[in-house]
């Protein structure tokens, strides 16, 4: 016998003699046990009356064990203590009677889950609430509790030097807003979000391009963005709330309060507010003013504590920028500001609701120089080749086309400079050349590779 097969036959033999002696012990007590098998199979064929539902497993597993003891002691008792009566020995006739009756009135007990704590008892207290609107028919994972949104651990002024460069010629909005944003989180204010910010000027100014860095920057990039182009319906707010209960969709819920209920906290962004419908900005206005939002097919409120909250508008472009251009910042210009978004039809109570109403001027010469190398970089970065040097006429030529076609904003300065240049990048990459050199030579764009 082997020194790895010998501990394998002593388990054996150890097993076998626990068998005898479990056999030896049951055929010992069974005279004792037999008054107590009635018992304990009437308690479990109760319970399976009771729980039909369930397979037995999964309730004697968690309850069998006292069940089978106490049901079992009930019917013991009652056999001793009839037992002993007819034995004329009165008191331990009357003790085993005591217990009889007291293990059967446990037995009943436990059989109605009287003795054991309700599962809702067993959950942290701070857990319960999510559980219970899970049992109501709520998914946790857009729970409408509210959030804090935490900033602690960000500095504000790398958070605008980093915003900066992204949002080109409008540092006095990226230091306003970051400002706003870390003094308003610091605050307490249950219902109220985090900030709300109105963006207004001309198209292509940045607005959008800065509520979209700020969430990237502040936010881990968690940002909701309801275009209100596509919301100029009265029935557009049940893409908003979701359809009232017995409609058509009212199952799907409300889409913005279901991102409300998974990021928690983030920038919530309405582009283009002024275009949206009447019954919209109603329903926009409970959030700005006291930062909740309620699914009509379900009735969940959903909380917008943790979110800035940035509306942007192209209304009233043109008198907005001339007023930028003459008037220095300071509550004179807020005041002419607003005078003029409400002269375009902006609601006043929309107005009222904002913390700051932030107009945005048009973009200097330089700042659409520093745009036009931004994407010349970007596209170059794109293609795979490095930009040695470009030629001065080439920005001259861009900043006077964009000055042309102002009304369209930093998107066609990017139409632009990708038409120009792009193609020629693609043709030295595949040249073999990493490096290239952009000239102009008559009056055309002119991209060449360089050692």
């Known amino acids: 016998m082997s020194a790895r097969q010998q501990p394998t036959e002593v388990h054996h033999v150890a097993r076998l003699a626990a068998a005898i002696a479990a056999l030896i012990a049951v055929a010992t007590a069974l005279p004792l046990l037999l008054p107590a098998l009635p018992g ?7 319970v399976r009356r009771r729980h039909p539902e369930l397979p037995p497993r999964h309730y004697y597993r968690s309850r069998g064990a006292w ?17 002993w009566a007819h034995d004329h020995a009165p008191m331990p006739a009357i003790a085993c009677a005591v217990l009889a009756a007291g293990a059967a009135f446990l037995t009943i007990r436990l059989i109605e889950g009287r003795i054991m704590k309700s599962i809702l008892e067993l959950i942290p207290a701070g857990q319960r609430e999510t559980l219970t609107g899970f049992l ?14 935490d900033l602690s651990g960000l500095d504000p ?4 030097d980093a915003i900066r460069q992204r949002v080109i010629g409008q540092d006095a909005a990226v230091d306003q807003s970051v400002a706003l944003v870390f003094r308003r989180s610091k605050l307490r204010r249950p219902h109220k979000p985090v900030a709300t910010l109105l963006y207004v000027g001309a198209t292509g100014a940045g607005k959008t391009e800065l509520a979209k860095a700020m ?18 319906q009265s029935h557009s707010t049940q893409r908003l709330i ?35 419908h009447p019954d919209v900005l109603t329903t926009v206005m409970a959030l700005l003013d006291e930062a909740r939002l309620t699914e009509q097919s379900t009735g969940t409120t959903y909380s917008a504590t943790g979110f800035a909250i940035v509306l942007t508008s192209n209304a009233a472009a043109s008198d907005i920028a001339q007023i930028v251009a003459v008037s220095s910042d300071g509550p004179e210009r807020a005041g002419r500001v607003k005078d003029a978004l409400r002269g375009a039809g902006f609601r ?25 190398g931004l994407f010349l ?15 001065a006429a080439l920005l001259i030529d861009l900043i006077q086309k964009r000055e042309k076609l102002q009304g369209y904003g930093v998107r066609e300065v990017v139409r632009l400079v990708e038409s120009a240049v792009v193609d020629g990048l693609l043709e030295e990459r595949d040249a073999g050349y990493r490096a290239v050199a952009i000239a102009i030579r008559d009056e055309q764009v002119v991209v060449a590779g360089v050692e």
């Open 136 to 149: 109501a028919g709520r998914d946790p994972a857009i729970a409408a509790g509210g959030a804090v949104a």
């Open 67 to 83: 069940l089978l003891a106490i049901a079992g002691t009930a019917s013991s008792a009652a056999f001793w203590a009839a037992a």
């Open 348 to 372: 006043a109570e929309v107005l009222a609701r904002v913390d700051v109403v932030q107009p945005f001027g048009d973009l200097s010469r330089a700042a659409v120089a520093e745009i036009v």
């Open 157 to 160: 002024a790398t958070v605008a």
């Open 40 to 46: 304990a199979g009437l308690a479990l064929w109760e």
């Open 377 to 391: 970089h970007k596209f170059a970065q794109d293609v795979g080749v490095e930009i040695r040097s470009v030629d």
């Open 215 to 232: 969430a990237d920057t502040l936010f881990d990039g968690r940002l909701i963005r309801v275009d209100c182009a596509e919301l100029s």
């Open 242 to 276: 979701g359809a009232p209960p017995g409609y058509v969709g009212s199952d799907q819920g409300g889409w913005l309060c279901r991102e409300l209920g998974k990021a928690r906290t983030g920038v919530l962004l309405f582009d283009e507010i002024e275009k949206a």
